[in-house]
């Protein structure tokens, strides 16, 4: 089987550097819009210790607390959960831009 790969011009010949990225599951987020969770609610409940707090306003994402990453994390298990997640969830999960 032939594969046939195109790229512009400007790209023929260019070494690409390769970026290790935090996997799922090292980081965890309470996601809200703003108002919702205050920030200083977060220190004074027990997942805050290790969950930090990210705003969604409009399209764009505001992180409020930095998360710690965690030390064990069993990453087969988090892709099972947010796999049932996804293809058992009764609503939608689409961002709506209205």
Request: with cysteine; charged share 20%; glycine share 12%.
């Amino acid at each position: 089987m032939r594969q046939e790969f195109k790229a512009l011009p400007n790209e023929i010949g260019r070494t690409y550097k390769r970026v290790t990225l935090p996997r799922m599951g090292d980081f965890r987020f309470f996601m809200c819009e703003p108002g919702i969770i205050e920030p200083g609610n977060i220190h004074g409940c027990a997942a805050g210790q290790n969950h930090g707090l990210l705003y969604v306003a409009g399209g764009s994402v505001k992180v409020m607390i930095d998360a710690p990453r965690r030390a064990e994390v069993d990453y087969g298990s988090e892709v099972r959960f947010l796999r049932f997640a996804i293809i058992n969830g009764k609503q939608s999960h689409a961002i709506s831009s209205g």
